[in-house]
């Protein structure tokens, strides 16, 4: 068992998400920066699609029983019963306190543990939507989590699975979208910086920057959107879909973000400069 005990921005349950649902109306969801999920579970030796929480802010929990636990994503001051510690992987005891700071960089970490937490499934998976009200609701102090029992080995792994780093601009590598000649010039998305707004969470992420100029500016009837897409409201700023999106948006989808740049995209702060770099987008790694 785990005992929520602070919760100082948000902490949900998020796994690999419930892809293929979009016929109804629910989107894919999923942990925001998948990447860093998965090397969570890769590094306690649970399959990827294991659940964890996905935290924003200082959050902290006591756990009640021995536990194998992994810290991934944006690199938060870890500390143990008040103690501070470098490690990402790392066994603690009945009782112990995990405590979780903001981190200097980065939004969203992962705290994983040994054989996932276990959360009633909805429409196969143990998701929070924040849009759709699907899976679990947001954690608040005094809950408690059951976890799954543990399978297999304990992995041997490195001591820092997938943290990130401060970086002065973050790249984001996009492929062409489906209606990229609504655009004046279908290259000025990547010519041009981008900052992130204000406007920002799992649904999606609005840039600021020199508005696009839209070659074509009557409406377009709502047609089906898949994370990472990048859409062009009439007023020109560019919005990054999230994993929490509508599944039809009305906007034209002017460029689609690779799955590594959709992990990007969950770590950056308001504020943060970035840029577009054209991409070809693997059918295998297209996202629903």
């Not at 970086?167 to 981008?194: C, F, K, N, S």
């Not at 920057?209 to 377009?220: F, K, S």
Request: proline share 10%.
């Amino acid at each position: 068992m785990i005992e929520v005990l602070e919760v100082a921005g948000s902490a949900l349950v998020q796994d690999t998400g419930r892809p293929g649902h979009s016929h109804l109306g629910v989107s894919p969801s999923g942990a925001a920066d998948r990447g860093a999920l998965v090397a969570g579970n890769r590094a306690v030796g649970n399959p990827p699609d294991a659940a964890a929480l996905e935290v924003i802010g200082a959050f902290s929990v006591r756990v009640h029983r021995d536990l194998l636990v992994a810290v991934t994503g944006a690199a938060a001051p870890l500390m143990l019963d008040g103690v501070p510690t470098a490690a990402r992987v790392l066994a603690v005891s009945s009782g112990t306190v995990i405590a979780l700071g903001t981190p200097r960089w980065g939004l969203r970490t992962y705290l994983v543990v040994r054989g996932g937490l276990d959360v009633p499934p909805v429409l196969g998976s143990r998701s929070t939507d924040v849009l759709s009200g699907l899976g679990p609701a947001p954690l608040a102090v005094g809950d408690r989590l059951a976890t799954l029992p543990e399978e297999g080995d304990v992995p041997t792994s490195d001591a820092h699975p997938q943290e990130v780093h401060p970086t002065p601009l973050v790249m984001l590598d996009a492929a062409i979208g489906p209606r990229a000649d609504w655009l004046a010039e279908a290259d000025e998305l990547y010519r041009r910086p981008w900052r992130v707004s204000t406007l920002a969470d799992r649904v999606g992420l609005r840039l600021e920057g020199e508005p696009l100029r839209r070659a074509i500016t009557r409406e377009l009837p709502s047609e089906g959107v898949v994370t990472g897409s990048v859409q062009v409201p009439p007023g020109g700023a560019p919005v990054i879909l999230g994993p929490d999106h509508p599944v039809t948006g009305g906007y034209p989808v002017v460029a689609v973000l690779t799955p590594s740049a959709c992990d990007a995209v969950a770590q950056l702060r308001p504020g943060t400069t970035v840029r577009f770099r054209r991409a070809q987008r693997p059918e295998s790694q297209k996202r629903t």
